[in-house]
């Protein structure tokens, strides 16, 4: 259970270091595609390319941030903590946070 | 005798690595290496800048991988190490804290008590709330170094722990290595061979790849070496 505490507990500390990319690609598709989609209603069937758009931009992302903070992960191993876990962790947070977004505003638009 | 999930640090442990080879390109940089680190002992390790210090304490923590290294604990390979809770941690040669942290958020990620930690640095204990980038590079050094110290892993590895800590530091933090090491097994590698020679009970030379143990007389061996001139 300590472990699963950690790894939730590193995930969302090193979320806080990628958002700013990771949000702002979301913040992107969802301003400059997703949005006007809604407003000028051909947003059905939309999602799966946004999901997809949002996956090839993750190698991005990650590239960037390998570049820029290259000792970014030496406190998430001394959690115990793996490079590849924390980008799983992070993956999948900011999936469901870009889908939960995503049919928000789908729903707020219907 | 299995490994256990987690490891109890008031029992003696023996870490062990062996088989470590690593190249840059046509430099083979580590070869024939083993390195043996025990519960009450402080083991140093020497060699000149590029020798692959770092990249061995690296491995032998397990965030850097090498193929046939073997990293045992008791006899049980335990690769990459960092995964077994509450086996080993490390200081890298750069910071390890994220400076969106204050110190004693950290502390509390690691489950180390700040007071213990600092209770020999009185000046320290007030940096509780301050983020790396409001201290000087020394304090933070030395902070990091405690914290590590402080957690509750059956070994250390430190890399230039000593890099900008003031000598009244030094020599309250070697004591703090003192006092820890019955509990714990500690690895260090710095180039303040002087201060490294005096605390440790074990020093190892890297040099053009191998691990060499030295003697009763390590600073004739070092100057042999052509890590010392004099």
């Known amino acids: 259970m300590a472990?699963?505490?950690?790894?939730?507990?590193?995930?969302?500390?090193?979320?806080?270091?990628?958002?700013?990319?990771?949000?702002?690609?979301?913040?992107?598709?969802?301003?400059?595609?997703?949005?006007p989609a809604l407003y000028e209603g051909w947003a059905d069937g939309l999602l799966p390319a946004l999901l997809l758009i949002k996956l090839i931009t993750s190698p991005v992302v990650w590239y960037l941030s390998e570049q820029m903070r290259p000792n970014q992960y030496w406190l998430y191993y001394n959690l115990g903590v793996s490079r590849r876990r924390l980008w799983v962790g992070v993956g999948v947070l900011d999936g469901l946070l870009f889908l939960g977004l995503t049919v928000g505003l789908q729903r707020l638009y219907s | 005798m299995t490994l256990p999930s987690r490891f109890c640090v008031t029992e003696p442990h023996l870490l062990e690595a062996d088989?470590?080879?690593?190249?840059?390109?046509?430099?083979?940089?580590l070869a024939d290496i083993y390195l043996r680190v025990q519960t009450g002992q402080i083991t140093g390790l020497l060699g000149r800048n590029g020798s692959g210090k770092s990249s061995?304490?690296?491995t032998v923590f397990g965030a850097r991988t090498v193929p046939d290294a073997s990293v045992r604990v008791n006899g049980h390979r335990v690769v990459p190490a960092f995964q077994t809770p509450g086996l080993v941690n490390y200081l890298p040669q750069a910071s390890l804290l994220p400076t969106n942290l204050s110190l004693?958020?950290?502390?509390?990620?690691?489950?180390?008590?700040?007071?213990?930690?600092?209770?020999?640095?009185?000046?320290?204990?007030?940096q509780f709330r301050c983020r790396p980038g409001e201290l000087s590079g020394g304090t933070a050094r030395l902070l990091q170094v405690l914290l590590l110290l402080h957690a509750d892993t059956a070994f250390s590895l430190f890399d230039e722990p000593f890099t900008g800590v003031m000598p009244l530091h030094l020599?309250?933090?070697?004591?703090?290595?003192?006092?820890?090491?019955?509990?714990?097994g500690l690895l260090l590698s710095d180039h303040r061979y002087a201060e490294v020679l005096a605390l440790c009970d074990?020093?190892?030379?890297?040099?053009?790849?191998?691990?060499?143990?030295?003697?009763?007389?390590?600073?004739?061996?070092?100057?042999?070496?052509?890590?010392?001139?004099?």
């Open chain 2, 171 to 184: 020599e309250t933090l070697a004591d703090e290595m003192q006092r820890v090491k019955p509990r714990k």
């Open chain 2, 104 to 126: 004693g958020q950290v502390a509390r990620l690691l489950r180390v008590d700040w007071e213990a930690a600092t209770a020999n640095f009185p000046e320290l204990r007030g």
């Open chain 2, 56 to 58: 061995l304490l690296q």
């Open chain 2, 19 to 29: 088989g470590i080879r690593l190249s840059f390109g046509s430099r083979q940089v």
């Open chain 2, 202 to 230: 074990v020093v190892y030379l890297l040099h053009q790849g191998r691990l060499l143990k030295l003697g009763a007389d390590p600073r004739a061996e070092l100057c042999d070496y052509g890590y010392l001139a004099t």
């Open chain 1, 3 to 35: 472990i699963i505490i950690t790894w939730v507990r590193a995930v969302g500390l090193f979320y806080g270091n990628v958002a700013p990319f990771m949000l702002g690609i979301t913040a992107l598709l969802l301003g400059f595609v997703l949005l």
